[in-house]
């Protein structure tokens, strides 16, 4: 990953704020999956791999930025892009992914079914990903007053291969000197996970009121 001009490597505040959300999950009794928690690269398949095998219901993904320009700073939230063909993830989905369905073990035994349960999987975690990414916004405006560069939606792998709704979070710059200073103080990373946190719970409590109404 980056590494800032000081010296501050992205991989350390990923994985250190990865925890910090962890915890605070966890505290809330919420089970959580790390891809990562020690200093080892995971390729990229294969954090979609234990995410999707985990049965988890969202996927957090969490970077810091880098840009050419030294001014550029702010918060940025990822989904995966409209312009990436559901017909396309779904194909490749019922030929290599592992579906988490009790009770749904005769899908396996015929691609048709597969592909058709993917395609419910999909439709359904893109609209999610959308609520999701516009809670953690709202938390980290609300909590931190960083400046929202915005939501955009992006072709990225872990985002394209995860069957549940999943959002990659650029944390900070650390190409600017001040956004730098600043995620390498562990009180502002604490900060951070606690507003992703928050975010995550609005989401959780929007989607158990709609689901609620629906009934």
Same mark, same amino acid.
Not at 99 to 128: E, P, V, W
Not at 194 to 204: H, L, N, P, Q, R
């Given at each position: 990953?980056?590494?800032?001009?000081?010296?501050?490597?992205?991989?350390?505040?990923?994985?250190?704020?990865?925890?910090?959300? =962890?915890?605070?999950?966890?505290?809330?009794?919420?089970?959580?999956?790390? /891809?990562?928690? $020690?200093?080892?690269?995971?390729?990229?398949? =294969?954090?979609?791999? /234990?995410?999707?095998?985990?049965?988890?219901?969202?996927?957090?993904?969490?970077?810091?930025?880098? @840009?050419?320009?030294?001014?550029?700073?702010?918060?940025?939230?990822?989904?995966?892009?409209?312009?990436?063909?559901?017909?396309?993830?779904?194909?490749?989905?019922?030929?290599?992914?592992?579906?988490?369905?009790?009770?749904?073990?005769?899908?396996?035994?015929?691609?048709?079914?597969?592909?058709?349960?993917?395609?419910?999987?999909?439709?359904? $975690?893109? *609209?999610? =990903?959308?609520?999701?990414?516009?809670?953690?916004?709202?938390?980290?405006?609300?909590?931190?007053?960083?400046? /929202?560069?915005?939501?955009?939606?992006?072709? &990225?792998?872990?985002?394209?291969? @995860?069957?549940?709704?999943?959002?990659?979070?650029?944390?900070?710059?650390?190409?600017?000197?001040?956004?730098?200073?600043?995620?390498?103080?562990?009180?502002?990373?604490?900060?951070?996970?606690?507003?992703?946190?928050? *975010? /995550?719970?609005? &989401?959780?409590?929007?989607?158990?009121?709609?689901?609620?109404?629906?009934?």
């Amino acid at each position: 990953g980056a590494i800032g001009r000081n010296g501050l490597r992205e991989k350390d505040v990923n994985l250190d704020i990865a925890k910090r959300l =962890s915890n605070l999950l966890k505290a809330e009794g919420v089970h959580t999956v790390l /891809i990562r928690s $020690s200093d080892r690269f995971i390729p990229l398949s =294969s954090r979609v791999s /234990i995410a999707n095998k985990s049965g988890a219901d969202l996927f957090i993904s969490i970077h810091s930025n880098a @840009a050419r320009s030294r001014s550029l700073s702010g918060f940025e939230v990822y989904y995966v892009a409209p312009s990436v063909s559901d017909d396309t993830r779904v194909v490749t989905a019922a030929k290599s992914g592992r579906l988490n369905l009790a009770g749904a073990y005769f899908a396996s035994h015929s691609l048709d079914l597969k592909a058709i349960l993917c395609d419910m999987i999909y439709t359904y $975690s893109r *609209g999610q =990903s959308i609520d999701l990414f516009r809670a953690v916004c709202r938390a980290m405006s609300n909590n931190l007053g960083v400046k /929202i560069l915005g939501v955009k939606g992006a072709r &990225y792998e872990v985002l394209r291969g @995860a069957f549940m709704p999943a959002v990659l979070i650029e944390v900070g710059f650390l190409s600017n000197l001040n956004e730098e200073r600043m995620l390498k103080n562990s009180y502002y990373r604490q900060r951070i996970a606690e507003s992703i946190a928050s *975010g /995550i719970e609005d &989401y959780a409590q929007n989607a158990i009121l709609m689901e609620a109404a629906n009934r």
